[in-house]
């Protein structure tokens, strides 16, 4: 199966993300991006950029550019930091919440740039962000290292090409174990609609009161569907949920 993934170099522009002894965080995630977008597209991926020039967006523009690009997977690359140079060290990776596919890429990628030498923080769920919140498909943001740690700047400089190289690694090897293990997601759907303005009010609701739903377009029908959950228990607590909300609900597999 051929993937569409966006890659998004956090901040830009007018917004340089944070800052430590003139270094920019900006210039950064737009180096990574580039570098894990070129090994991804040499192995068949079609790359889609938020931006590829030092240019402002907000996080909204942000998840447009990628809602309309039809993408699989959205990836934001950001670094992280703390409120006094060289307070923490460490990778970590956030997500919208901990289902899917995206959850195991999630963990592929702190585990390999844990590999060069990075504190594995770990995956956190961060729902409120525009970007996870916002984007149609499974969504992530990674923090490579802390900008105001020393320890983890020399790591960044010291291995950029083995950072891209590790995480375009662990996307290929997640993707691939999906293609050749097919797992079945049980799902949530709330609506299927040939109007896509009322898929995407439904969309928007849910998003707004706490729901991970996204929208698939499907057999000429905009489908709402909420979360991505192996186990059908785990749905099935979904759907009571929505139900209790007022939401009338089916389970559906992909």
Known sequence: MAYKIVLDAGH???DPGAIYKERKEKDDNLALTHAVGKILEDNGVDVVYTRTEDVYQTPFEKARIANQSGADYFISFHRN?????NQYQGVEVLVYDKSGL???MAQNIVGALGELGFREIGVKERPGL???RRTRMPALLIETGF?????DNKLYDEKKNESAEAIAGAILGTLSEETIEAPVYYRVQTGAYRNRENADRMLYQLNDVGYPAFLLYENDLYKVQVGAFQQIGNAINMEQRLR????STVIVTK
Do not use: R
């Open 81 to 85: 930091s703390s409120p006094e140079d």
């Open 130 to 132: 525009v970007v996870l």
């Open 244 to 247: 209790d909300d007022g939401y």
């Open 102 to 104: 995206k959850y195991e």
């Open 147 to 151: 900008l105001n740690s020393d320890e």
């Open 12 to 14: 830009g522009g007018t």
